[in-house]
């Protein structure tokens, strides 16, 4: 980067530590720390007692914060998943030493920056397509480093991910023969399984993946080809991937965080699986009260992505969400609640991804004081 | 800001001058500059000629570039409207002379941003409290500074602004009261009316804006007081504000770049009303196509907003677009139509303002070749 060109504004930090949350300028995204730090151990013992053998490698999509990563780390996590080349980039630079694109890359640029974080940190990646195997080969060879990769497996997402058995084995084979590279296993992710409300949705859509996945691994070993790895699971379906048996590595990623949308899911409370706090808020100021039952806040649609509804307002009775433009959210009053201009409050995002992802700054916090300012791994 | 803090990953620029688009890192929001350059010149001549008298005052939350705004105020525009203090900070920055802020603050640090503003640059500032209006001159007086402040009026947008002529004209007369500050006149915008489909309802919600906007002003000036100033109007509804014979100002914002949800708006041909090119895409790669019928891209819910519904492929006869997640939209291929891993397509942002605040960088180019990188002055 050229530093004598102009910078975006961005990089104003809308808090420092020491502050109280009161003086913090908004619309901020804040962290709570000792419930992330809960949040945190709570999943990392789930996994060590429940499925000893099983990894955990969350997925780093959600908060895109090496300050994240290192926790999860430390608390036993292998290492993350990214989405994007850029994601990786900041999680190898601050010394994530094992790091799986969950994704496929399909032009030559981009191998060739997966190819140099390959040479800093263990670095594996997806393919459903022979071309792209083709440019991680070059890249690979290119830069004189080894490249793990996966085939991901449609397993019921509809999304990437080759849909047969036998398009799995083809593609594990031309790994195999692709110079700088080493076949790792399945990418078997079901993406949709997630939001389904019902546990019982839930667990159903998982034992279809694992049959699909079970079925895919074994015709690969028939081919003499060794299949280490099955990699998936989010926080709406871990449990059922961490028994199956089949499963060898956790991506869940939001149960960091959590957001309005993972509340709806209904949970099978006789399943004894960990209950995640809230940890992630928007802070927002209240510029406008003109009506006695309108208030209006500094939070929009710029602020806090409403792709899976609106935020919650769960912390406030008497609160009802009312609409978003881009700059502003409308909040309906029920007496006797009544908000004043310049009153700040929290906001619960309906979608925790992508809103992290409009931000430059994780504003961390005790519930009462600034305690850090972490970064925002954006871009691609 | 402390230089030895990290920073965000989000400062690695996807193109350079020079480069081919097809070389481009996806996914990148590109501007047309040569289309771009035609909207402003089309809006300033119409403007000039059928209003000569009103002020084009364009809104820089559009596009949050003091590149653009340097173009639009090259072709006659007095200044900006701005949605953010940030904004306002990077206007300011760039040397614009004229900048409104065209929404309420409520917090005494963003009021002593704005007085620094207001040391640069001709500032105001819309209120509709009376706490806002003691905020500023506060800030204003203790940095040695004019503030100029208009009364939101509540025209039909049903958010900020006060809800009658009396409290519009108490309003007025604390702004006068007030040292430091300096009363403007009236902010009149409906944002709802923009996107109301058919160009009647348009004209009748500014109609109605008109009606109540010149009774608030006749109440002040009735008072004793200059109401100089009446500002409003949008890319929807400017035609209607142009002709009304009262407002003084123009705001719109979105003319420059266009999105798929303005393009749904019927027009009154017969109105001779400029008609605007779409100069925005969002370039995507194309990074698997697991189906004969679908693609998969690498633009998702975290490189366009879909508040307005999902961005068009009007450009791709024989594309659907089938659903977006955070880092990937499918498409669905009719045939004999068929993308291939590693093709790039432009899609056109359903809207445009939220979109371009998901980006760092504006990628300007003149249809084959990148021209120019514009930073997007992010956050708040």
Redesign the interface.
């Given at each position: 980067?050229n530093a004598l060109?102009?910078?975006?504004?961005?990089?104003?930090?809308?808090a420092e530590p020491g502050m109280p949350i009161a003086?913090v300028?908004?619309?901020?995204l804040l962290v709570d720390l000792p419930a992330l730090d809960r949040n945190i151990a709570l999943l990392a013992s789930y996994v060590q007692n429940r499925a000893p053998g099983v990894r955990l490698r969350p997925h780093a999509?959600t908060h895109k914060s090496?300050d994240v990563a290192r926790r999860q780390i430390a608390a036993g996590a292998i290492g993350v998943c990214c989405?994007?080349v850029?994601e990786a980039?900041?999680m190898a630079?601050a010394g994530v030493a094992d790091i799986l694109l969950s994704?496929?890359?399909?032009?030559a640029?981009?191998a060739r920056r997966l190819a140099a974080i390959a040479g800093q940190s263990r670095l594996s990646v997806c393919v459903?397509?022979p071309?792209?195997v083709a440019l991680l080969s070059d890249a690979a060879m290119a830069a004189g480093v080894t490249i793990h990769v996966l085939v991901e497996l449609?397993v019921g997402g509809?999304?990437?991910?080759?849909?047969s058995a036998d398009a799995a084995v083809a593609l594990a084979r031309l790994i195999v023969g692709s110079p700088g590279l080493v076949f790792d296993g399945l990418q078997a992710y079901h993406?949709r399984a997630q939001h389904l409300r019902k546990p019982s949705e839930r667990q159903a859509a998982i034992a279809e993946a694992t049959r699909l996945a079970a079925a895919a691994a074994g015709q690969i070993r028939d081919a003499g080809i060794a299949c280490p790895t099955i990699t998936g699971a989010g926080t709406g379906t871990f449990a059922f991937e961490a028994a199956s048996a089949l499963y060898t590595e956790l991506q869940c990623g939001s149960y960091v965080f959590m957001d309005a949308d993972y509340a709806r899911n209904e949970r099978d409370d006789g399943a004894d699986v960990p209950h995640f706090e809230q940890a992630l808020t928007i802070l927002t100021?209240?510029?406008?009260?003109?009506?006695p039952d309108r208030a209006?806040c500094?939070a929009g649609?710029?602020?806090m992505?409403?792709?899976s509804g609106p935020p919650s307002l769960q912390l406030y009775p008497g609160l009802d969400y009312a609409g978003?433009?881009?700059?502003?959210s409308?909040l309906t009053m029920h007496s006797p609640f009544a908000l004043q201009?310049?009153q700040k409050i929290h906001l619960v995002p309906g979608?925790c991804?992508?809103t992290v992802?409009?931000h430059?700054?994780i504003i961390v916090h005790d519930g009462s004081t600034v305690t850090a300012?972490w970064?925002?791994?954006?871009?691609?």
């Open positions: 980067m060109l102009p910078l975006p504004r961005s990089l104003r930090r809308p003086e300028e908004t619309p901020t999509k090496p989405q994007t850029g980039e900041a630079a994704n496929q890359i399909a032009d640029g981009k459903d397509d071309s792209q449609d509809a999304r990437c991910g080759v849909l993406g100021t209240v510029i406008s009260t003109p009506l209006v500094d649609l710029k602020a992505s409403l792709d978003a433009s881009d700059e502003h409308k201009v310049g979608h991804d992508p992802a409009m430059d700054w300012v970064p925002v791994a954006r871009g691609w």
